[in-house]
């Protein structure tokens, strides 16, 4: 079991490009997470899922959009890239049977410049 | 919504000594409240978790207490080692899935 994994570990953007965060678990977890980290700042919700081809806004969604379209993948995107948007990302999934422990990625570490 | 106050941002204690991270929340409906535990470069990890029936949890060296009527809980680490160098984030949740942190508490044992 890999668990989670996101893709990819680093990227450097210029303002206004655009990219897209991929996410993978194979835990057949039912829910997914992005948050975005920064210093003094705990970790944000940005999107959510409850659901193959389900979304939902988090705490901090301006400027991102999310899809899933298959149960083990989430991506994050962003379609046009901020200087605020430095920061690193993770992705989590949990099961919610028997449990709410998320299970968190190894994060993307993304610098916009 | 939720907001989750933690404190201190960094404790520094001394191999042996105990940690102590306190929590507040604002949202009377919480009911769910997990710590997790990060180490450097990696995700965080669920470390122990308590539910608004329970006063209080213990696994080992790791204990967390709630006080409902004053929306704040704990989490205590007895006899540190230096393995629990790490940042540490409490969470509050009213519907067990959506989490909301606090921000942190960077713990460096000293050895």
């Known amino acids: 079991n890999a668990g989670v994994t996101q893709t990819p570990k680093f990227r450097v953007l210029k303002t206004g490009q655009s990219m897209t965060l991929l996410c993978a678990q194979d835990?057949?977890?039912?829910?997914m997470y992005w948050y975005r980290q920064d210093p003094g700042m705990g970790l944000r919700l940005i999107h959510y899922?409850?659901?193959?081809?389900?979304?939902a806004k988090g705490e901090v969604p301006d400027g991102y959009n999310v899809s899933r379209l298959k149960k083990q993948n989430f991506l994050l995107g962003l379609e046009s890239a901020a200087p605020s948007q430095t920061s690193v990302y993770f992705c989590?999934?949990?099961?919610?049977?028997?449990?709410?422990?998320?299970?968190f990625g190894p994060g993307t570490r993304l610098t916009v410049t | 919504g939720e907001n989750v106050e933690q404190h201190p941002s960094t404790l520094s204690v001394q191999e042996g000594d105990s940690a102590v991270i306190k929590c507040t929340y604002s949202?009377?409906?919480?009911?769910?409240f997990p710590w997790y535990k990060q180490e450097l470069g990696k995700g965080p990890q669920l470390i122990i978790d308590?539910?608004?029936?329970?006063g209080e949890k213990k696994d080992q060296r790791i204990a967390v207490t709630l006080n409902k009527t004053a929306k704040h809980f704990s989490l205590h680490i007895t006899e540190t080692q230096p393995e629990d160098s790490a940042v540490y984030f409490c969470?509050?949740?009213?519907?067990?899935?959506?989490?909301?942190f606090g921000a942190g508490t960077t713990v460096t044992v000293r050895a």
């Open positions: 989590a999934s949990t099961q919610t049977v028997l449990s709410y422990e998320q299970y």
């Open positions: 835990m057949n977890h039912e829910y």
């Open positions: 899922s409850v659901g193959e081809g389900t979304t």
């Open positions: 949202d009377s409906a919480s009911n769910y």
């Open positions: 308590i539910r608004s029936n329970v």
């Open positions: 969470a509050a949740s009213s519907n067990d899935y959506k989490l909301s």
